[in-house]
């Protein structure tokens, strides 16, 4: 891409954000347009994605330079109180330089001091909320370490009783937050949750005195008049002026009926009209309309997931309360023999056990694993998909472009041959229709043509183009009428009620069935998935490729066809509602429902840059069949979180046996601290990695 001067003379300079995937060019327009342009990327592979959506100023997520700040400031700190409390580490006598000792022990307070109210600042916060609500999550027992950690330095130094661990704290502080930066930086670019300007074009076409114009989205306004072509989108709730509108509303709703909307009469922004051109008036504008409104709907909303982790969370709450009952045991118990004795233990107690490396094992280890996954091509949203990848039990596949590949189906033509005139006019009048079997039979018819032959159909002329939804299109084209639909549509007598049949000139020529073909290594993922536990098929479909499915799958009493988007988030609630984990594979918006309801959302996807609805997790379709390795390596992920997490506690256990007695020296509560997060980070990373190795291989294992 930065080599598009050699070939598209017009382009002088080109630079490429690699990181950003954004390209800056500068080019004459005397010898060449943006569209050649975006015409030359798109045959190079790097289709420009252009939606209303990139109009926002703010379209890419900037980073969170306050995380940067923290860690920087907790990272100095840490090197430098290091370094003044050097002569502690080789057991150096300080009596001789008390002075001196003393000065150095207030300069490390004064660096502590950024880390503790600075860079800690987000764990406080999260554990004083997680209090008030009556809970305990893994920021509780941090906080309260790192207070202990800062309050017995200070004491300690203040006093002249020992050197403090506030290098144990600045090393704590920093390693935590290196983690959550990590766990941001493994975030994909892919957008999971795109808003309503990624459903719209870029522009619309607004009726000026000089007649329609092209204008971008962000500059229509309620009072202005639009023109709607057919297969449009709405995108601003207006009142109808002319034509005939005939508004799907399924994109936003899941209701497949079209609704008829006469003149002088209000549509809605989201509905997607399916007959002639349509003038409306604007009533308001884009970002105020009604699309907006439905996006707060329950169907579309999927709770938030907390900043940390559900297995952190879940964990922390029996370390705190077991945590808590050491450190006042060993209070208790110090108490009458020696006060400061006691102290001394019940502090060391909460310093030495503070769940650091616990801490550390999500974000570094699940991490590591949304990485190698998002380099595979299967893109998590968070390390709590991962999670919830170990827990599903149940599995609902889509059909259409989940199981079966677009790519590979192909239109099954029974009936007269069509000459070449007749053709081109089928493959026409199919390019004005949305729907997938009018795709199809256009792309199976197009494969017949030649180049010149195939260039040539855009100079073909279409009058009185008319689209009844569920029953079929008509045209007329090079003085042919041509209609493509259902047999009732035709006004036929057919014994191939699936069938899609063709009249030119009102003489039936035949009929098409849509031959789907099932993804490469398809009955694997499906054989996979029933070793974990039922599988479920949820198709917009007929049942006419029954036959060809059923044999995948233990019961045909699992098949389900014909279910509608509501149909769909009805069955995931059903299934929910009996205890189950459920998982939903899916490749489109009539799945949105379900994937925001189901416990983890996967689409399927031939391009990862397209809109993906209320998805946890995006796949490429060329890496279907990996799907099992994918999940048995998230899974076998979550092991490796238990792993380190034992790890952390023989650290602990270590520790406490020290603690409880009232013999832990700041030196070894300096060392064993940041070694403990040092081993797990080195253990996630590691383990996460050489765990990969075998993740390619679809052989069925659990």
């Given at each position: 891409m930065e080599n598009l001067y050699k070939l598209n003379e017009g382009v002088l300079t080109s630079r490429v954000n690699f990181l950003k995937k954004e390209l800056y060019l500068t080019y004459l327009d005397k010898q060449t347009s943006l569209r050649k342009i975006a015409e030359l990327l798109a045959s190079l592979g790097y289709p420009p994605a252009i939606n209303f959506g990139s109009l926002a100023s703010n379209t890419q997520k900037t980073p969170d330079m306050g995380l940067v700040y923290k860690i920087g400031v907790a990272g100095f700190a840490f090197g430098n109180i290091m370094l003044l409390s050097f002569p502690e580490y080789l057991g150096l006598n300080a009596i001789k330089e008390v002075a001196f000792s003393k000065y150095l022990g207030f300069l490390n307070i004064g660096l502590a001091l950024p880390v503790i109210f600075y860079s800690a600042q987000g764990y406080f916060i999260s554990a004083w909320r997680s209090l008030r609500r009556g809970q305990l999550n893994i920021d509780v027992p941090l906080a309260l370490g790192a207070a202990v950690l800062f309050l017995r330095s200070v004491f300690e130094i203040s006093t002249h009783s020992g050197a403090g661990y506030l290098d144990s704290l600045g090393g704590l502080i920093f390693f935590l937050l290196i983690g959550k930066w990590f766990q941001q930086r493994t975030y994909d670019h892919i957008s999971f949750e795109r808003d309503y300007k990624s459903y719209f074009p870029i522009t619309a076409r607004k009726k000026t005195p000089s007649g329609d114009v092209s204008i971008a989205l962000d500059q229509?306004?309620?009072?202005?008049?639009?023109?709607?072509?057919?297969?449009?989108?709405?995108?601003?709730?207006?009142?109808?002026?002319?034509?005939?509108?005939?508004?799907?509303?399924?994109?936003?709703?899941?209701?497949?009926?079209?609704?008829?909307?006469?003149?002088?009469?209000?549509?809605?922004?989201?509905?997607?009209?399916?007959?002639?051109?349509?003038?409306?008036?604007?009533?308001?504008?884009?970002?105020?309309?009604?699309?907006?409104?439905?996006?707060?709907?329950?169907?579309?909303?999927?709770?938030?997931?907390?900043?940390?982790?559900?297995?952190?969370?879940?964990?922390?709450?029996?370390?705190?309360?077991?945590?808590?009952?050491?450190?006042?045991?060993?209070?208790?118990?110090?108490?009458?023999?020696?006060?400061?004795?006691?102290?001394?233990?019940?502090?060391?107690?909460?310093?030495?056990a503070c769940p650091c490396a616990g801490a550390l094992a999500v974000p570094f280890t699940l991490g590591n694993s949304l990485r190698i996954l998002g380099r595979w091509g299967f893109f998590l949203k968070n390390t709590n998909a991962i999670e919830a990848l170990y827990h599903v039990n149940t599995f609902v596949v889509d059909k259409t472009g989940t199981l079966t590949a677009k790519e590979k189906s192909k239109a099954l033509y029974t009936g007269q041959d069509l000459n070449l005139e007749e053709k081109s006019a089928l493959i026409v009048l199919t390019r004005q229709s949305a729907h997938s079997l009018s795709q199809l039979i256009e792309q199976t018819f197009s494969e017949d043509l030649s180049p010149a032959e195939y260039d040539a159909l855009s100079k073909i002329e279409v009058a009185d183009f008319k689209e009844s939804l569920g029953k079929g299109i008509a045209a007329t084209i090079s003085g042919m009428k041509l209609q493509l639909g259902s047999p009732k549509f035709l006004g036929v007598e057919s014994s191939e009620p699936q069938g899609v049949y063709l009249s030119i000139n009102n003489a039936i020529k035949g009929f098409f069935v849509a031959n789907n073909q099932l993804r490469d290594h398809a009955a694997e993922v499906i054989e996979y998935f029933q070793s974990l536990g039922d599988v479920y098929l949820l198709s917009g479909d007929n049942d006419q490729e029954q036959a060809t499915i059923a044999p995948l799958f233990k019961s045909r009493q699992n098949l389900h066809f014909r279910q509608s988007p509501k149909d769909k988030l009805q069955f995931i609630q059903e299934l929910q509602s009996q205890g189950r984990q459920v998982m939903m594979i899916g490749d489109g918006l009539n799945d949105a429902g379900a994937l925001r309801k189901s416990d983890v959302g996967i689409v399927v996807t031939e391009d990862t840059s397209n809109f993906t609805p209320a998805s946890d997790g995006i796949l490429a379709a060329t890496r279907f069949g990996q799907l099992p390795g994918f999940v048995r390596y998230a899974r076998s992920s979550v092991r490796l979180v238990f792993g380190a997490y034992i790890l952390a506690l023989l650290y602990n256990i270590v520790g406490l046996s020290f603690a409880v007695q009232g013999t832990l020296s700041p030196v070894v509560a300096a060392i064993l601290m940041p070694l403990s997060s040092i081993t797990v980070v080195i253990y996630g990373t590691l383990t996460s990695n050489w765990m990969a190795k075998g993740m390619m291989n679809v052989k069925v294992n659990s």
């Open positions: 229509i306004h309620a009072g202005d008049e639009i023109t709607v072509r057919h297969g449009e989108l709405i995108p601003a709730d207006a009142i109808v002026l002319r034509g005939d509108a005939e508004v799907d509303y399924s994109f936003v709703t899941g209701e497949t009926q079209t609704i008829s909307v006469p003149s002088g009469e209000a549509v809605f922004a989201g509905g997607r009209q399916m007959g002639g051109n349509l003038a409306l008036f604007l009533t308001k504008d884009v970002a105020q309309s009604y699309l907006t409104q439905l996006w707060n709907e329950d169907v579309f909303q999927k709770a938030q997931d907390s900043p940390a982790s559900l297995l952190a969370n879940k964990i922390s709450r029996y370390f705190t309360i077991s945590l808590l009952t050491i450190a006042f045991v060993t209070l208790f118990y110090w108490w009458p023999y020696d006060v400061h004795t006691a102290i001394n233990a019940f502090t060391a107690v909460l310093i030495v």
